[in-house]
């Protein structure tokens, strides 16, 4: 697994508002839901990329075939983040894609999900200026950052049953 700093990753995640999620499932036992559906009670806007599923909703989110089909930043505010969550041959083709889109969404970041690891992908997004992630889930380290995970010893090398501080009370990240 490629290593991030631990402040590369919260960076990362206090900023974000507004995720583009390429491959979000309406199937209830996919793990893009599972994530979809945290991210969303965790307080990000998730937008659902799917060809698909375009025009139906997944949890409540009007799903898009492509990123060139979400509105323009100046009506749903910017797109700081493209998750992908396909498998890692398509990691290309969709940062190609991030890219052409970049300045009209305003993305900023280009996350690969666990086991998308592109390092294709990941030099199109680097020499377009974006921050990229790779084999990391965003919901996962949400978890592991806000104190969520701490409980079972992940993270902290300790089991114990004290909630770790990080974000501030109650070991969130801070957002409303």
């Known amino acids: 697994?490629?290593?991030y700093p631990d402040s590369l990753i919260k960076s990362i995640l206090r900023s974000v508002k507004t995720i583009a999620m390429v491959g979000a499932s309406a199937n209830e036992i996919r793990p893009s839901y599972f994530a979809m559906m945290y991210l969303l009670n965790k307080g990000y806007k998730v937008i659902p990329i799917?060809?698909?599923?375009?025009?139906?909703t997944i949890l409540g989110q009007t799903v898009y075939a492509s990123l060139k089909d979400v509105p323009n930043s100046s009506e749903i505010g910017p797109v700081d983040m493209v998750d992908i969550f396909r498998e890692a041959k398509y990691a290309p083709e969709i940062a190609r894609e991030v890219v052409a889109e970049k300045d009209r969404l305003g993305v900023?970041?280009?996350?690969?999900q666990l086991g998308v690891i592109s390092e294709e992908a990941e030099r199109i997004g680097r020499d377009a200026g974006l921050t990229v992630i790779m084999d990391r889930c965003p919901k996962i380290e949400h978890g592991r950052f806000s104190g969520e995970m701490g409980w079972l010893g992940i993270n902290r090398k300790v089991i114990d049953n004290r909630k770790p501080?990080?974000?501030?009370k109650g070991g969130s990240l801070g957002k409303n």
């Open 1 to 3: 697994m490629p290593g």
């Open 108 to 112: 900023k970041v280009l996350w690969m």
């Open 50 to 56: 799917n060809p698909g599923a375009a025009g139906k």
């Open 165 to 168: 501080l990080l974000f501030g």
